[in-house]
């Protein structure tokens, strides 16, 4: 139970890496509350709670500073703490750079960065006035290489890198500690609709041959945002199976 009595919040927690945090937090003791705007959420927090683990839905934008800041007094008024946060919530409007519309460059900015920092910035007062947080993002190891036809989303997750960098020093000295995680292939309903042949290619460029669970992901999460961890901010964790040695 590495995460006995904490309070957690885990955006995108309804489906694929954030679905397995939030199951995985769960079973280590953590009271989850998934922030998401996919009705599976409801579905992942009941599957949780029937497991007699304690978990709840909320239906809300990481884009909409009110309802975030609504949500946040929630939660501390009903459990008196808010001790993690797990900014996991992100989408992707691939396109090549001259065919990439403004529109497409905004959506995903808004969301997979001014969304880390909305959450963020409202969150980690509670952390702070607490003197103690742990405050895990993420990011993806295409914000460490780049990729081709993801020039939003590369620059959102190098962002996000580099805000966790700064919050580790701003609050720090608060006993919160900020982190990046930097995932590769995972395999995820999104993935789902890639050609096998496809995903085959891919594999072969991984040192490892294969790709990740979410899983494999989730439990580099329940170490940043565990006591163990409790020496360890300002860092990105990549668990991409050594594609990006």
Not at 155 to 184: D, F, Q, R
Request: aromatic share 8%; net charge neutral; hydrophobic share 40%.
């Amino acid at each position: 139970m590495r995460l006995k009595n904490k309070v957690a919040i885990v955006t995108g927690g309804a489906r694929g890496i954030g679905k397995a945090i939030s199951t995985l937090f769960a079973r280590e003791g953590a009271t989850v509350i998934i922030w998401d705007l996919l009705p599976e959420g409801e579905r992942v927090a009941k599957a949780i709670t029937a497991k007699n683990h304690t978990a709840e839905f909320t239906h809300i934008s990481v884009t909409d500073k009110d309802a975030i800041k609504t949500e946040a007094k929630r939660i501390y008024d009903q459990y008196g703490k808010i001790d993690i946060l797990i900014n996991n919530a992100g989408i992707t409007k691939d396109r090549t750079l001259h065919k990439m519309s403004e529109a497409e460059w905004d959506a995903v900015i808004d969301v997979n960065l001014k969304g880390v920092f909305l959450c963020t910035q409202v969150v980690s007062q509670y952390m702070k006035d607490a003197g103690y947080g742990r405050i895990v993002s993420a990011a993806s190891n295409v914000g460490l290489r780049g990729n081709f036809g993801q020039t939003n989303y590369a620059a959102t997750k190098a962002g996000v890198i580099a805000m966790s960098k700064t919050w580790t020093m701003e609050l720090g000295k608060y006993g919160i500690t900020a982190n990046a995680l930097a995932p590769g292939f995972t395999l995820t309903e999104m993935t789902e609709q890639i050609p096998e042949e496809h995903i085959e290619g891919i594999k072969k460029q991984i040192p490892l041959q294969k790709a990740a669970t979410p899983m494999d992901i989730a439990y580099g999460y329940l170490y940043l945002a565990s006591d163990e961890a409790s020496y360890v901010s300002g860092i990105c964790l990549t668990i991409d199976g050594g594609i990006s040695r």
